[in-house]
């Protein structure tokens, strides 16, 4: 058993809630995706925050250094303030815009975790952040804390992050009726995210 699997055996044992998997073979996405109330300190996120910075680098991520420390900043905070593993966030910009934080994709969805403007308005106006307009999610700072807000939403609503994984790429909607008629859920997204997440940078080391 590899050092990877032996950190999210360790992070799954302090969760104060557990939850079954959808299904097979994504143990690792649904032991990681919490923090423990008291699993972190101050001196684990500035760990955090270094080495989600050279996962950026290594994506060459369109931003500065000085931006990408501070997208760096947000995933944690972010991912902290939400319960969420900051790792599973960091995974979820990598496979949706590489760190690109003007991209768009072929449906519309914008910026780095890949917002839906609708989406993104609705999620504004549920926490308070000012809405200027799809231009908002350009914002790496408030794309950041709508995508991780949006996340465990939609990990609250199906009870495992694997299912919220797949409803984050499909939509609720296509979730919902695939769950409804006993269907296969989709799995491509989820596989594509915890490669990202176990993925380390050349050289870093996973915080314990």
């Known amino acids: 058993m590899n050092r990877v699997h032996l ?4 992070s799954c044992a302090l969760l104060s809630t557990t939850f079954e998997p959808a299904f ?26 270094e080495h989600i910075v050279r996962r950026l680098a290594s994506r060459r991520a369109s931003l500065s250094e000085r ?9 944690v905070r972010e991912a902290r303030a939400q319960g969420l593993e900051p790792h599973l966030v960091a995974a979820v910009i990598e496979v949706e815009s590489a760190g690109h934080h003007r991209a768009v994709s072929h449906v519309g969805a914008l910026g780095l975790m890949q917002i839906l403007p609708e989406t993104g308005r609705e999620l504004a106006a549920k926490h308070g952040v000012p809405w200027s307009g799809p231009d908002t999610l350009f914002d790496p700072q408030i ?8 996340l ?8 495992d992050v694997s299912i919220a ?3 984050y ?21 989820i596989d594509s995210v915890m490669r990202a997440f176990v993925r380390e940078p050349a050289g870093a080391t996973r915080p314990s």
Not at 67 to 75: G, K, W
Request: aromatic share 6%.
């Open 165 to 167: 994984l797949a409803a």
């Open 7 to 10: 950190a999210l055996l360790a």
């Open 169 to 189: 790429n499909w939509g609720p909607g296509v979730i919902d009726r695939r769950l409804r008629d006993g269907d296969t859920l989709p799995s491509e997204y």
């Open 24 to 49: 097979a073979g994504h143990d690792e996405a649904r032991s990681a995706a919490y923090t423990a109330p008291s699993g972190h300190d101050a001196s684990r996120d500035a760990e955090l925050v």
């Open 152 to 159: 465990r939403e939609l990990t609250n609503r199906y009870g």
């Open 143 to 150: 794309n950041v804390k709508l995508g991780a807000a949006y």
């Open 67 to 75: 931006d990408q420390r501070m997208l760096a900043e947000t995933i």
